[in-house]
């Protein structure tokens, strides 16, 4: 069984559809914690609906970045997790998480890479006027939304389309691109367990 983290600062509309694609296609996974850094997220919310524990911090509480990611790589530590998905986090992560799970942190963001990185990528590429746009899931390195493209899928900007309408095209997408990367890493690491024993 795979252990997976779910890092969010928002909705969490990505990490449900995680959860619910574990649940409902019998992924050999579970989501053993959610991560957030704003007590206020939506997030949280899904996380008691689904029973999935929660580990919740104020960044202004810590002095430093590593402080905090070294709290968070114990908690990790204690449930066991294997890979981590960023969804929706909306924090560079550090080299103390880096270092602890190299290989290990996986992301989603709404462009294709390396359009449009950073914040509010829907709007940077409706506002640029290109007709093509979409998503990536792809490795976390220390840049911003820079590591090793995982896979992507692309997303027609047409003449009616407004930037709400485009948004809801791209949830649409990630929420079906974000499992199936999912589910392609879960049986990885099964296999690599296979071998190990
Ligand atoms: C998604 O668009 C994701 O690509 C980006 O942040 C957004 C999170 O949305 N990194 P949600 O919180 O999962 O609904």
Same mark, same amino acid.
């Given at each position: 069984?795979? %252990?997976?983290?779910?890092?969010? &600062?928002?909705?969490?509309? #990505?990490?449900?559809?995680?959860?619910?694609?574990?649940?409902?296609? !019998?992924?050999?996974?579970?989501?053993? +914690?959610?991560?957030?850094?704003?007590? @206020?997220?939506?997030?949280?919310?899904?996380?008691? /609906?689904?029973?999935?524990?929660?580990?919740?911090?104020?960044? %202004?509480?810590? &002095?430093?970045?590593?402080?905090?990611?070294?709290?968070?790589?114990? %908690?990790?530590?204690?449930?066991?997790?294997? +890979?981590?998905?960023?969804?929706?986090?909306?924090?560079?992560? !550090?080299?103390?998480?880096?270092?602890?799970?190299?290989?290990?942190?996986? #992301?989603? /963001?709404?462009?294709? *890479?390396?359009?449009?990185? =950073?914040?509010?990528?829907?709007?940077?590429?409706?506002?640029? =006027?290109?007709?093509?746009?979409?998503?990536?899931? /792809?490795?976390?390195?220390?840049?911003? @939304?820079?590591?090793?493209? +995982? @896979?992507?899928?692309?997303?027609?900007? @047409?003449?009616?389309?407004?930037?709400?309408? *485009?948004?809801?095209?791209?949830?649409? +997408?990630? /929420?079906?691109?974000?499992?199936?990367?999912?589910?392609?890493?879960?049986?990885?690491?099964? %296999?690599?367990?296979?071998?190990?024993?």
């Amino acid at each position: 069984m795979t %252990k997976i983290a779910v890092f969010a &600062s928002g909705s969490g509309s #990505n990490f449900q559809a995680l959860a619910e694609a574990i649940q409902t296609e !019998g992924v050999p996974a579970e989501i053993s +914690i959610l991560i957030s850094d704003q007590p @206020d997220a939506y997030a949280i919310t899904r996380a008691e /609906h689904l029973g999935i524990p929660v580990f919740v911090f104020r960044t %202004k509480e810590y &002095s430093s970045k590593a402080e905090f990611e070294g709290l968070i790589v114990e %908690k990790l530590r204690e449930a066991g997790v294997d +890979i981590i998905f960023l969804a929706g986090y909306m924090r560079l992560i !550090g080299e103390t998480l880096l270092t602890a799970f190299a290989g290990k942190i996986v #992301n989603i /963001h709404p462009s294709l *890479l390396p359009a449009f990185p =950073g914040k509010d990528a829907i709007g940077q590429a409706f506002n640029a =006027g290109v007709k093509v746009t979409g998503v990536t899931v /792809h490795l976390v390195d220390e840049g911003m @939304d820079t590591g090793p493209i +995982i @896979d992507q899928e692309s997303v027609r900007i @047409d003449e009616e389309d407004t930037r709400d309408t *485009l948004q809801k095209k791209i949830q649409q +997408i990630e /929420h079906q691109l974000y499992p199936k990367v999912m589910k392609q890493l879960v049986s990885a690491a099964a %296999k690599r367990e296979e071998v190990k024993k």
